[in-house]
């Protein structure tokens, strides 16, 4: 009965405390202001050179230069940013926010227009 007594604050404490986690993804999670974020690719300047995806330490981009499809696997990106660092033309940058959580891994994979190929 001792013992009762001496949890008992605690679990009245957290019986009537707010919740320390957020109900994500129901609720927005709020990025601190240095998280690095998600890779995002700006296919208008991107010229499918492929230094991107031979740069990648986790193997986690694929460029197919005939089809001009960029594809990353944000599964397996551990968020060095060291893709945005070595593009020559600047088109990929690390932005707050990370991939929405699933039952599936799948890559996202972005194609440009037929006219710009
Ligand atoms: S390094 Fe830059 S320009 Fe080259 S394929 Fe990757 S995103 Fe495109
Ligand atoms: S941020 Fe790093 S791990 Fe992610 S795709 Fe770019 S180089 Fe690869």
Redesign the pocket.
């Known amino acids: 009965m001792a013992q009762l007594m001496n949890f008992a604050p605690v679990v009245l404490k957290n019986l009537f405390s707010k919740p320390v986690t957020k109900n994500y993804p129901a609720e927005p999670a709020v990025y601190p202001a240095r998280s ?1 974020g998600h ?1 995002e690719i700006d296919l208008d300047t991107c010229i499918m050179c492929g230094l ?1 995806m031979r ?7 694929k460029v197919d230069r005939p089809n001009a499809t960029w594809t ?3 599964f ?9 660092t ?1 593009c020559p033309k600047k088109s ?1 940058t ?1 932005n707050p926010g990370y991939q929405e959580p699933g039952e599936e891994k799948f890559e996202a994979s972005y194609t440009k227009p037929a006219e710009e190929k």
Do not use: F, K, T
């Open positions: 690095r890779i991107c740069s990648c330490p986790s193997g986690s981009i990353i696997n944000r397996d990106c551990v968020q060095c940013g060291y893709c945005a070595v990929l690390m």
